[in-house]
């Protein structure tokens, strides 16, 4: 992929921007609102306290940060390597006035010094995406993991939600290093008779 003009990012953020000043949406594609919801109802149940260090892994829109924001957590971190992706999250935490959110451009395959000592991490899709990329996927996800592992204090949490996972499938990917602490509940499908998830959401501690 050719980086785009400037003037074609700008044009691209915009009209998020737009959406979410005219109808309240910042343009969560993955999961939409119950999935932040199970994320920071988890984060409450377990007590973590409220300045703990939080990287939000492919933030998008940051709307999840946002949202963390909003609850009283204050050491909040966003990256995505979509330089567009963290421009428009710059816009919607300025219209929020939240100024306790950092966020930065920033590939988490091969992430920057300065990333380091998070107690939590939390992906909504972004490992789904890095496993569909048809250049080197295996690859890709086992330098997701040797970079989760750097990024994430020991005995710290990491909260993925995946459409394209199953749980068995995730506890095999992330076998090296983490441990599953427990699944949290999605909505159920029923499809010809048997009864599935569409969405897979884990908490794993890094051991």
């Known amino acids: 992929l050719s980086p785009l003009p400037d003037s074609s990012w700008d044009a691209a953020y915009e009209r998020e921007l737009q959406t979410f000043q005219d109808i309240g949406d910042a343009g969560e594609i993955w999961f939409g609102e119950e999935s932040m919801v199970r994320i920071i109802r988890w984060l409450e149940k377990q007590k973590v306290p409220r300045d703990s260090s939080v990287l939000d892994i492919g933030t998008g829109n940051g709307v999840l940060l946002i949202e963390l924001a909003k609850s009283g957590y204050t050491n909040l971190t966003g990256i995505d390597y979509s330089p567009s992706a963290i421009q428009l999250s710059e816009k919607v935490r300025e219209k929020e006035g939240l100024s306790n959110i950092k966020l930065k451009v920033e590939d988490f395959l091969a992430p920057s010094a300065e990333l380091s000592g998070f107690e939590i991490c939390i992906d909504k899709g972004t ?16 330098r997701y993991v040797r970079s989760l592992l750097s990024l994430l204090k020991p005995e710290g949490f990491f909260l993925i939600t995946s459409c394209n996972w199953t749980k068995e499938e995730l506890l095999n990917e992330f076998r090296e290093g983490f441990e599953i602490l427990e699944e949290l509940p999605t909505p159920k499908f029923c499809f010809g008779g048997r009864i599935g998830n569409s969405v897979t959401a884990l908490v794993f501690q890094r051991k």
């Open 127 to 142: 490992f789904d995406a890095i496993s569909l990329d048809p250049d080197n996927a295996v690859g890709k996800r086992k």
